[in-house]
């Protein structure tokens, strides 16, 4: 890692001649006389109380020009003096993240000293940067109905979609999902390249390279900003950034406190026919839903050093549509016990702490830690756990995860001159995870079950999991910035590095039982209990299909660097700014030596040396151009064109590493004696007794299969990226109303494949199957769908996989075209932001299927048609591969706003309409059903899936919430007390948020829908 360190610090020596644009918010301008000539020398002053030291002062240059940047977000007093001219103030200009203000001042001669002031004049349209951001400041977080996350309030983006979350619904109801971890989307671009910051510094885990794993509440910000188009060469992908601001204590002290609930009382029902009649008997509901803060900030020593607090809890509970406990956890077919509907359970509690220090005039230190606990204590329960594979886990299937909410960072920053600005930062997020079969169940000891009539796991989460424990350690992530930013008036220049390093490290097993409260392995008399088999099951309606058998207990570990440096200028010349920029990435993946004894299915030892597997190199341009289109600072045109890479942390050396490659077989399975246990020699890879042949001959030997292309993994420029291509106008209206119009495309590169080398094109057989006919279906079903592949019985379980650019078997493509128009309006008693987008998507891997056949084959028997390869992305590798559908143009509408009443009362609303979820009917075939057209029996399983609709063509009904927020004010001098009343999902709309894939009797029935009108009172503190 101190590699990574030392060239950083070469690298940005060596750029200081060509450094790039502050991201951050700032004040800049032209000063002129009465005659229009411009003014160098004029001081200009920025004071705030958010500023420790109060003022910065620079100065204007010799085209009269100024800017005073990385600025802390509040509000400003800015003075501009020089000698024989009146000194002019202007007020309240309130700076946001990001955002850099206009603010040209005109100077009139004056004989003797005299201050012209003029207040109330926040400029809206920023005419030089061209990132198209969104933030949301503390007002915004405490008017608006909305969850105590960043997410509910970046679902508000016009644009934006969710794509997935760990927890919860994909649609969030006033808080219900909790630490769902949701990720957003925009503009066609991939949930993975979603980033999560505080203060400039990764807040990302080892598990999910886009999300954070520690719960830090809104409490301890003072702003959200999204960025989410044309970002800036800091920024390493084209996805939604989250940076969330801390909030400082400050030279008063200050405070407050904040408690909401709901019950189960507060609860509408929208349980109606229409559901009924599609098998709908309880709905997905809120049990209990909790949340408490405090914080306090203030001085320790005024003017040099203040601290802030915090301290959090929640709860939250939540009924699964649909989902039941089992009469008998021990059973071979789930029998649901319909008086006790399941429910997902989570609790955390986290307290975290800053320092603000300013050193010296010129030095400022910031330190932030926070420290807690997360209990997901029932997780994966229901499809609205995973909705985004579409299982449905029963209670003794989920998982009680529990894990840390540990984050440290210090910060430095230093005007060295009025001109030249110097930051570095440092953080370090570690966290143990335990993510155990549930512990309340006793169905440990037996294999878990996964049955494809609904893809339903149960008994425990052995049949989805791969284990049944599981602790993952040494996960954490350490990121680390530094920049150097030199501002004239016409330039701001600013050049960095940005460094993450991590690693990961996993134990599973399979243990015959687990203590409920250590996570622990059972004891009896002193001794431990033997392992349960490292097995687990795929049955089809209670029938035995498929048995997986898997090398346990297992430890492998993987690690990570990611280096980026960039450079950029922005340079203002008359009406015009440009915005040019340089980045370069380099990622690595390793995995150190690893040793492993034999193991019940593998009885060999094993031993692999440490490799380094990747080590990209990647240079992306981004331009950005910015022109004052009449010269008064109301309208400005945009154009941006940049290239960014896909986000990755240590995926990779988890998916080639030796340990976990050749890890299981999955063998079908025909219980002959009725048993119920695949009987037959795992170790032999051709069919014998019960079981067909090996899925991975490999299985039981100590061989490498899965493999990275050396050109390709230590290539330049290979690794994953897109192109995203902006145009837009924005004006202002009148004072505080702006409005936007864009135009967006992205255009995805680089496409990576995984290619069996075993297998050939030639090395595939297809079949058609007819789809049953069914009203339920478009046109009523009865269509042939053609092109379904099964792999010749010669080539079953031959593994030698090599993951390389897919460019060499035949184009690929996918890309997104759409157009968003916005508005933004902050007046005396008024808010209102969001807008409309519409776009669509493009897919195209035709060329792909034909020559690498094997990208049609997906988990769980489940195969896709050739005939279907302009509709859908096939070809998941698992780590970056770009999973979505070609689709019609869709449009969505996002809004949020507030109006103040007299006597201290705002009525506040969120409006979200969008369209429904795409469908799938996945039908399951048996080899009696494909044998006459395949002319044989299926060669590695007893059935196939197969979606009988083309992807991107049916979509459920159109999704709408309307949230409120009704607010009363209490003043008692310094102290205010606020009451807020919600009501979210006030319309108490049902529509299906997701639904179950597995085309059977139930498949009418929605998997998730939209939680039911729920009330929520809240009280909020402030002195």
């Known amino acids: ?406 984050l440290y960072q210090v910060t430095w920053a230093s005007p060295v001159t009025s001109r030249l600005l110097l930051e570095a930062g440092a953080a370090d997020s570690p966290l143990g995870v335990d993510w155990n079969s549930h512990p309340k169940y006793n169905a440990i000891d037996l294999p878990g079950i996964l049955d494809l009539d609904g893809l339903r796991p149960y008994r425990n989460a052995g049949g989805w999991w791969s284990a049944t424990k599981r602790h993952d350690g040494f996960y954490r992530t350490r990121s680390y910035r530094g920049s150097m930013s030199y501002v004239t008036g016409s330039h701001a220049f600013k050049t960095g590095f940005m460094l993450s390093t991590g690693g990961l490290n996993i134990d599973r097993e399979f243990p015959s039982a687990i203590l409920r409260e250590f996570g622990g392995e059972d004891r009896s008399n002193g001794q431990t209990v033997p392992p349960a088999l490292p097995l687990s099951y795929i049955t089809f309606r209670g029938t035995p299909v498929a048995a997986t058998f898997y090398d346990a207990p297992i430890f492998y570990q993987s690690e990570m660097n990611n280096l980026g440096i960039y450079a950029q200028d922005q340079w203002r010349v008359n009406r015009f700014t440009v915005n040019a920029g340089i980045r370069f990435d380099h990622l690595e993946n390793s995995y150190p030596d690893h040793h492993a004894p034999p193991t019940l299915y593998v009885p060999v030892a094993r031993f692999f040396p440490g490799a380094s597997v990747l080590s990209w190199k990647d240079l992306s341009p981004r331009l950005g151009v910015v022109y004052d289109l009449f010269g008064d600072g109301k309208t400005a045109l945009k154009a941006t064109a940049n290239r960014y890479i896909l986000r990755e942390g240590s995926g990779y050396s988890q998916r080639v590493n030796p340990m976990a490659t050749n890890d299981r077989t999955t063998r079908s399975w025909v219980d002959r004696n009725g048993n119920f246990f695949p009987d037959g020699d795992v170790l032999n890879p051709d069919a014998n007794g019960e079981l067909g042949p090996s899925s991975n001959r490999s299985f039981g030997n100590p061989r490498l299969n899965t493999f990275l292309d050396h050109d390709w993994a230590f290539g330049f420029g290979e690794r994953p990226a897109n192109w995203e291509f902006t145009g837009s106008i924005q004006r202002q209206l009148r004072q505080g109303v702006s409005v936007s119009v864009g135009y967006f495309r992205r255009v995805y590169t680089n496409f990576e494949v995984q290619d069996n080398r075993a297998v050939g094109p030639n090395d595939v057989d297809y079949f058609s199957v007819m789809a049953p006919l069914d009203a339920r279906l478009p046109g009523g079903g009865g269509q042939r769908i053609d092109g379904v592949p099964d792999l010749k019985p010669s080539v079953v379980g031959l593994i030698d996989n090599n993951t390389l650019r897919s460019d060499n078997f035949g184009k690929r493509t996918q890309h997104w075209d759409g157009i968003d128009v ?120 007893q059935v196939v899936r197969v979606n009988l609709i083309p992807p991107g063509t049916v979509f459920g009904d159109r999704i709408n919430q309307l949230d409120l927020r009704f607010t009363k004010s209490f003043g008692f001098g310094r102290t205010r007390l606020k009451a807020m009343f919600d009501l979210y999902n006030t319309l108490n709309t049902n529509a299906a948020t997701w639904y179950n894939f597995a085309f059977d009797a139930n498949w009418g029935r929605p998997a998730i829908i939209m939680p039911a009108r729920m009330a929520k009172f809240a009280f909020q503190w402030d002195f």
């Open 1 to 406: 890692m101190m590699k990574y360190v030392g060239v950083g610090v070469l690298v940005i020596a060596g750029l200081l001649l060509a450094p790039q644009v502050t991201s951050a918010q700032a004040i800049g301008g032209t000063v002129t006389d009465a005659t229009g000539s411009v003014l160098p020398g004029v001081t200009v002053e920025a004071r705030s109380p958010a500023l420790i030291e109060q003022v910065r002062t620079v100065f204007t240059d010799g085209a009269g020009r100024y800017q005073i940047v990385e600025l802390r977000p509040g509000t400003y007093r800015v003075a501009f003096t020089l000698s024989g001219f009146n000194t002019v103030v202007r007020e309240g200009i309130e700076l946001t993240t990001g955002f850099t203000a206009n603010v040209d001042v005109q100077l009139g001669v004056g004989a003797v000293a005299e201050t012209v002031t003029v207040s109330g004049a926040t400029p809206v349209v920023d005419l030089q940067n061209v990132t198209r951001r969104q933030v949301a400041t503390r007002d915004v977080i405490d008017t608006v109905p909305v969850a105590k996350s960043f997410q509910s309030l970046g679902v508000l983006i016009p644009g934006i979609v969710t794509g997935g979350t760990s927890s919860g619904g994909p649609q969030d109801v006033g808080g219900a999902s909790g630490q769902s971890h949701m990720t957003l989307q925009i503009h066609g671009g991939r949930t993975g390249d979603q980033y999560v910051q505080i203060d400039g510094l990764s807040a990302d885990s080892q598990h999910r390279k886009d999300s954070s794993g520690p719960w830090i509440p809104d409490s301890n910000f003072q702003e959200y900003a999204f960025s989410y188009s044309a970002n800036l060469a800091e920024t390493e992908t084209g996805g939604v950034l989250i940076n969330q601001i801390p909030a400082d204590g400050g030279n008063t002290f200050r405070g407050g406190a904040f408690y909401n609930f709901s019950t189960q009382g507060l609860q509408a029902n929208n349980l109606d026919d229409g559901l009924r009649a599609v098998g709908v008997r309880d709905v997905n509901r809120m049990k209990e839903l909790w949340q408490a803060e405090m914080k306090l900030g203030g001085p320790i020593i005024r003017n040099r050093l203040w601290f802030f607090v915090t301290h959090n809890r929640f709860a939250t509970q939540n009924y699964a549509l649909g989902t039941y406990e089992s009469q008998d956890p021990r059973a071979n077919v789930y029998v649901p016990d319909l008086a006790r509907q399941a429910y997902t359970q989570q609790q955390a509690y986290t307290s975290s702490a800053r320092l603000t220090w300013q050193a010296t005039p010129r030095n400022k230190f910031t330190a932030y830690m926070t420290q807690g606990t997360q209990c997901h204590c029932s997780w994966q329960v229901g499809t609205a756990a995973l909705p985004l594979i579409g299982i449905e886990p029963t209670p003794e299937a989920s998982i009680n995860m529990n894990y840390g909410s540990e």
């Open 822 to 941: 916005t508005i933004d309006a902050r007046l005396r008693d008024i808010l209102l932001q969001g807008g409309i987008s519409s776009g669509k998507t493009s897919v195209d891997e035709c060329d792909l299927t034909r020559a690498l056949p094997e990208v049609l084959f997906l988990a769980n028997s489940q195969r896709v048609p050739t005939s279907y390869c302009r509709n859908t992305s096939v070809s998941d590798t698992g780590v970056v591969a770009l999973v979505g559908s070609t689709t019609p143009l869709q449009t969505q509408v996002k809004l949020l706003g507030s109006y103040t009443l007299p006597y201290a009362v705002q009525v506040a609303a969120t409006l979200q309409s969008f369209a429904g979820p795409e469908r799938r009917a996945e039908y399951v075939y048996s080899n009696a059903e494909v044998q006459a057209s395949l002319g044989r029996p299926l060669s590695a399983t």
